[in-house]
């Protein structure tokens, strides 16, 4: 029989783990940069503990697939780093991130692969009900300043950025586009946790994030939770669902492409899509300017400084796969294709739903080929959060009912 102060001594250090896991979800809306020092005292938490009620090794963890991608990857980054290091703190800074949120990712799995996260599940739950009012508020904050005048959209990026007054700021992030990202995944989290907890999708859960979405003013989170959402109805929704479906996106389609989307605006060199046109195609026709072995961390910003038609001072290309490219070469961008790639064969071999998986690696694909570097926070907590709400249970697609 296990002693009773084993026992207690497991409830709390298990419990210590689960309150860090929800206050690194937390740390990345404070405006004050504290999330790298939250995550590194959390995964160490996450590993001594996992450790100390190991059911798997620390090799078995290695040896996945995924890991070991990931760890090429890191690794890669590592040696390029200091070949390329040209004394910049900004480089030192994003390096010492990148070491800390994979290292935070691999604890954070070897903690969460081997236990029941049902209770996590719940206390996440209950964070991210915190996280989005408090954005709610800011985003009205926000709208409050301009008299509410952009409710009816920006007529362009320039005026949707300008909404973001740093005077107002407290919560969140002060750039549209990475703000707008983060209510993307994060929500589109929040959307996924009653289907496993409850089999049913909460549609004004639906209508909460979208409206956050729109409050921002980003086409980034409008984009990705159309993909997410109209894949969770699609898969799930019965044959009415599926007809309702396909007539309001034939009817909205107009209104998201001109007025979301901004469709007409997405040449313009002062959009933000024209300018991720020019990146892209820098990266094409100046190819050849690219070692097969990357150009070097962060060093992104100044092959566009030298080839594209015009730059407006990004570190990176907007496009996870092309920076990974660009700065790695093609280990790097192999490495981390086949990190995600791993990473989700991992994910289905532990609860075999392809349709759960695929709605929920879509959205977050379609971000990262506009957006992200490749090894940013929000795509590692994102991954964790549909970890833990995929491998909760077994589900059955009819069982999961649509509810207000």
């Known amino acids: 029989m296990e002693p009773l102060i084993d026992k207690s001594n497991k409830l709390t250090a298990e419990f210590l783990a689960e309150s860090l896991f929800c206050l690194s979800l937390l740390s990345v809306f404070i405006p004050w940069k504290i999330y790298p020092v939250v995550f590194l005292c959390s995964a160490i938490i996450f590993f001594f503990t996992a ?3 190991s059911i798997n090794t620390i090799g078995q963890l290695v040896k996945q697939p995924w890991c070991l991608s990931l760890l090429i990857f890191t690794g890669y980054a590592c040696i390029s780093y200091f070949l390329t290091y040209d004394g910049q703190a900004r480089l030192s800074t994003n390096f010492v991130k990148l070491l800390i949120n994979v290292f935070f990712f691999c604890s954070a799995m ?22 989005f009012l408090l954005c709610l508020i800011q985003l009205l904050l926000y709208h409050n300043r301009f008299d509410f005048q952009l409710l009816g959209g920006a007529s362009s990026s320039a005026k949707a950025s300008a909404l973001y007054n740093e005077h107002l700021f407290f919560w969140g992030l002060s750039d549209k586009n990475m ?9 589109f989290s929040y959307i ?68 979301l989307i901004r469709v007409e605006q997405l040449t313009s060199s002062n959009d933000g899509m024209g300018v991720r046109l020019t990146y892209w195609r820098a990266f094409f026709q100046h ?59 991992y994910c289905n071999a532990k609860n075999a739903f392809s349709s759960f998986w695929l709605a929920a690696f879509l959205p977050l694909l379609a971000i990262m080929m506009i ?7 929000d795509i590692i907590l994102y991954l964790l ?15 999961i009912k649509i509810t207000g």
Request: charged residues 15%; hydrophobic residues 50%.
């Open 51 to 53: 450790y100390r009620q």
């Open 385 to 399: 959060l549909i970890f833990i709400i995929g491998t909760i249970k077994t589900m059955a697609a009819n069982k």
């Open 371 to 377: 957006l992200y570097s490749g090894y940013d926070n």
């Open 287 to 345: 190819f050849d300017a690219i070692s097969p072995f990357g150009n070097g961390f962060l060093k992104g910003g100044d092959f566009l400084q030298q080839y594209a038609t015009y730059y407006h001072g990004e570190p990176h290309i907007h496009n996870t796969f092309l920076s990974c490219y660009l700065e790695f070469g093609l280990i790097g961008f192999l490495s981390y294709s086949l990190f995600l790639w791993f990473f989700y064969r």
């Open 110 to 131: 070897y903690w969460l692969s081997q236990r029941n996260n049902s209770k996590l599940l719940g206390y996440l739950d209950i964070t991210l009900h915190f996280i």
């Open 192 to 259: 996924l946790i009653p289907v496993v907890r409850k089999n049913r999708i909460n549609c004004w859960r639906i209508v909460f994030v979208f409206l956050l979405a729109y409050l921002s003013l980003s086409r980034t989170p409008v984009v990705a939770l159309l993909i997410g959402i109209f894949l969770l109805l699609w898969f799930f929704g019965k044959r009415p669902v599926k007809i309702s479906l396909l007539l309001v996106s034939c009817i909205l389609s107009p209104f998201i492409i001109h007025k």
């Open 179 to 187: 703000f707008g990202a983060r209510l993307a995944l994060l929500g």
